[in-house]
């Protein structure tokens, strides 16, 4: 965790200076990124959400993404990790939307992602998308790596 409260820091520093928003729907992560960027104090200041988006129901609970909006599109990939950054932006009116969506293990997941899969994505005044292969099963090693890769891409695009 100390890694990630590391990039969390960094992340709080550039969010408050800017006075941008941030809001995280995360689903093989667990809440570890969000609890990463609530670590540092002042959070308030620039965090107003998040939500673990694990499965089926929680993605038209907390999201209020359709099956009809999945049509053609398969958790754990690209097309999904930027529908729920964006959709994530939108419903708690933030600048910047965070997401993750993989399969941590110890096996791969339904859709035929093997462990160490992850796809993460960002979302604002820049976007992108990075797939993340570990080839590791270590479910607790590969959730505090996909958290470590989101933090960075978000911190990576913060400094555009």
Known sequence: MKELVTIAEKIATQLIARKQTISVAESS????????????PGASAYFLGGAVVYTRDARLL??????????????ASEPYAKLLAAQVRQRFATDW?????????????RYGDAAGHSCVAVAGPQN???TLETGSADRQANMQQFASTALNLLLENLSK
């Open 29 to 40: 992560t667990g809440g570890l990124i969000s609890a990463a960027l609530l670590s540092v």
């Open 62 to 75: 907390l999201m209020d993404i359709p099956d009809e909006a999945m049509k053609g599109i398969r958790s």
């Open 97 to 109: 939307g965070l997401s993750e969506t993989g399969a941590t293990g110890p096996t791969g997941n």
């Open 128 to 130: 992108e998308v990075f």
